[in-house]
C-alpha cells in the first residue's frame, strides 16, 4: 500500500508491506545515504515480515544531513502512531547504514521526552560506526544513550563498521543488544561466493527471530 506521510510542507513516499493477519507490531524501515525505500535488502526485509505477521512501512527520505533524515524517521514515527488502519501495539525502528543512524537519534530523542512505550528497539543493518580508514571518531553517542533493545546485523569486513570497534562500543551500551556478523561481508552485505539472495535470507531471519523474541508478547 503506498502512502504520502506529511512532512513539513512537504510529504515522504512510503509503503506499507501489511500481514495478512491485523499486526500487533511493526517496523518502520529505511535506506542508507545512497538508494531509497526500493533498496533490494529493504524490499526483501519488509516482504518476509510481512509474511511472517510484522507489519513493515518503509520510507524513502534522500537528506545527506543525518538531523534532516532524523526529523523525517520522527514524522514518520508520529503518522504510524496516529494511524487509523493499523492499531499497534508498539514499533521496531530499523535501517540501514545512515538510516540506521538517523533511528538511533530518533530513539535518543524520544527517550529523553515523554516515552510511551510505543518504540519498541531498534534494529540496525551495517551501522556506519565511522568513516572507512577514519577508526578514531566514532560515531557512537546515540547508541550509548539508548536503553531499548538493539540488534546490529553487520558484516565481519565492513569498512565503516570494523569488528573490534563494534564490539568495545556494544560492552558499553546500557541496552539490551546483540550483535550478528555476517560473515566476510563488507558495508553493502555483499559475501564473495554467496548470492545476494542467500544473504538476505540469513539477514531476515536473524530480524525476524530477534523481533520475536524482544515483543513483549
Not at 514518520?76 to 508498539?90: A, I, N, P, R, T
Not at 519498541?120 to 533493545?149: A, F, M, N
Not at 569498512?159 to 551500551?173: I, P, T
Not at 564473495?192 to 527471530?209: C, L, P, W, Y
Request: glycine share 8%; with cysteine.
Amino acid at each position: 500500500v503506498k502512502v504520502k506521510i506529511p512532512f513539513g510542507n512537504k510529504y515522504l513516499d512510503a509503503i506499507f508491506s501489511v500481514p495478512e493477519k491485523k499486526p500487533t507490531y511493526g517496523v518502520i524501515l529505511t535506506h542508507g545515504a545512497g538508494g531509497d525505500m526500493n533498496f533490494p535488502h529493504l524490499v526483501s526485509l519488509a516482504a518476509y515480515l510481512a509474511s511472517h505477521g510484522v507489519l513493515c512501512l518503509r520510507f524513502t527520505c534522500k537528506g545527506l544531513n543525518v538531523a534532516y533524515r532524523t526529523k523525517a524517521f520522527k514524522a514518520v514515527v508520529e503518522y504510524l502512531e496516529l494511524c487509523d488502519d493499523y492499531k499497534l501495539s508498539g514499533v521496531f525502528l530499523a535501517g540501514r547504514s545512515m538510516g540506521s543512524r538517523a533511528a538511533a537519534s530518533v530513539i535518543r530523542q524520544l527517550s529523553q521526552g515523554d516515552d510511551d512505550g510505543f518504540i519498541q528497539g531498534l534494529v540496525c543493518l551495517s551501522y556506519p560506526l565511522h568513516r572507512p580508514k577514519l577508526q578514531s571518531k566514532l560515531r557512537d553517542e546515540d547508541l550509548l544513550l539508548i536503553t531499548c533493545p538493539v540488534l546490529f546485523v553487520s558484516g565481519s569486513a565492513d569498512e565503516m563498521c570494523e569488528k573490534q570497534l563494534l564490539e568495545g562500543v556494544v560492552s558499553k551500551m546500557k541496552a539490551p543488544k546483540k550483535i550478528h556478523w555476517i560473515d566476510k561481508a563488507n558495508h553493502g552485505m555483499a559475501v564473495k561466493g554467496r548470492t545476494a539472495d542467500d544473504v538476505m535470507e540469513e539477514i531476515n531471519a536473524q530480524v525476524f527471530s530477534w523481533l520475536r523474541q524482544n515483543v513483549q508478547l
